[in-house]
């Protein structure tokens, strides 16, 4: 069978959703920019491109309308080059490049790009997931069907004794690793400088003013972080209809509301050699599971066996993991569960400290741990995640 290999990844910053730097840059706008930076960065002729695939979770405004058509427009890709949206919540990024790597797998293509954007900023209001449709068919069969998600975080604590202390010393791993990478630079060779124009309201004049920035860094982060700090937050959950207070997820133990895109670019492996392209990694296999949906948290410790049993690997074999960190008690149930040593689990941290653009993140995480895991000398590396609605995804990818 042919081989799939991913010679670049390019992402945005991530910019804080409503009042960071992309809160008023259109999703197509992102993803078009990450596009033509991959090709900008490996010289592909554009024309050779035969699909570009985005994923977002909330399919609507300017994220609708076949994301990844809009992608290769804004790109600047020729018009023979087809697009396709796809949607799986949090793995819809991870979704897009299995996809397309398969594809070359299959002889069907030998060029394609993939990847996630998401602009919670222009598609949602706020923090509430109102841009959701209740279908009261599947309510009555599952009535957590359509649980929120900072619920099911609450739940997986309890359910699993996940103690609110643990999930703070795991959320402050995160952020110091994350600013540690920072200051050595250890993103640079991902996040490719975006110009944008950022909305700024005042709130004592209710006037919106435009700013001029550029978009350079993960904005998210905050490196003074301190056990202290995280323990005097208070639970952000209330009046829920399982969960009526919230005893453990807070603004500093759970992912970050971001906007951002991210991609890779992918080929046939020798395709890469004939143009002379440094391959970063090869797409082997994934796994997806599901669960139920009130603990949607714990869907990798139902995908990821069943990719490692597909591939006859066990956890001891995988040199790197990036369990995407939707909440902390999700992810420690996770490490615990499976036994990943903290050493080898996204050891630059992860969503909670750099942040959360939902169907982006899986294509950030596969293009991170393909150019870390080139750093430290890695072979197997696993990129996986929980799902919103019961659900987890997991991928392998060898390191060239």
């Not at 809160?23 to 024309?47: F, Q, R």
């Not at 640079?188 to 435009?210: G, L, Q």
Request: charged letters at 20%; glycine letters at 10%.
């Amino acid at each position: 069978m042919r081989k799939a290999a991913i010679v670049a990844t390019a992402r945005t910053g991530l910019a804080k959703s409503f009042r960071g730097s992309f809160n008023d840059t259109e999703a197509p706008a992102m993803a078009g920019h990450v596009v033509k930076s991959l090709i900008e960065k490996t010289g592909v002729d554009p024309k050779t491109v035969e699909d570009c695939i985005f994923g977002a979770a909330a399919q609507q405004g300017t994220q609708a309308y076949n994301l990844g058509r809009l992608a290769a427009i804004a790109g600047g890709l020729p018009d023979t080059v087809p697009g396709m949206a796809m949607e799986r919540q949090c793995s819809s990024g991870l979704m897009t490049i299995a996809t397309a790597a398969k594809s070359i797998m299959c002889d069907e293509i030998d060029v394609a790009i993939a990847g996630g954007v998401e602009s919670i900023s222009l598609t949602q209001n706020k923090h509430k997931n109102t841009y959701r449709s209740v279908s009261k068919t599947v309510e009555a069969i599952d009535p957590t069907a359509y649980i929120p998600m900072i619920e099911t975080g609450e739940i997986v604590a309890e359910r699993y004794n996940i103690s609110r202390e643990s999930q703070d010393e795991y959320a402050l791993i995160s952020q110091q690793r994350t600013a540690a990478a920072q200051e050595n630079g250890v993103f640079n060779d991902e996040i490719v400088p975006m110009p944008a124009v950022k909305a700024v309201f005042n709130k004592e004049t209710k006037e919106t003013t435009y700013e001029e920035v550029i978009v350079d860094r993960d904005e998210c982060n905050r490196p003074s972080t301190t056990m202290e700090s995280l323990q005097s937050l208070d639970p952000v959950w209330k009046d829920g209809k399982w969960v009526q207070q919230g005893k453990y997820v807070t603004a500093g133990n759970a992912s970050q509301l971001s906007d951002g895109a991210s991609a890779c670019l992918l080929m046939e492996a020798s395709k890469a050699k004939v143009m002379g392209l440094d391959v970063l990694g090869y797409y082997k296999g994934m796994a997806v599971a599901g669960c139920k949906s009130d603990e949607m948290g714990i869907g990798p410790v139902f995908a990821i066996p069943k990719l490692l049993e597909k591939h006859n690997l066990t956890v001891e074999d995988i040199d790197l993991w990036e369990i995407n960190e939707a909440f902390a008690s999700q992810v420690v149930y996770c490490q615990q569960k499976l036994n990943i040593p903290m050493d080898k689990l996204n050891v630059n941290g992860g969503a909670i400290s750099i942040g959360h653009p939902f169907g982006m993140s899986g294509a950030r995480m596969t293009g991170h741990i393909l150019l870390e895991g080139k750093r430290r000398g890695a072979k197997h590396v696993v990129v996986s995640m929980c799902i919103g609605g019961g659900m987890g995804a997991a991928a392998l990818f060898e390191i060239a």
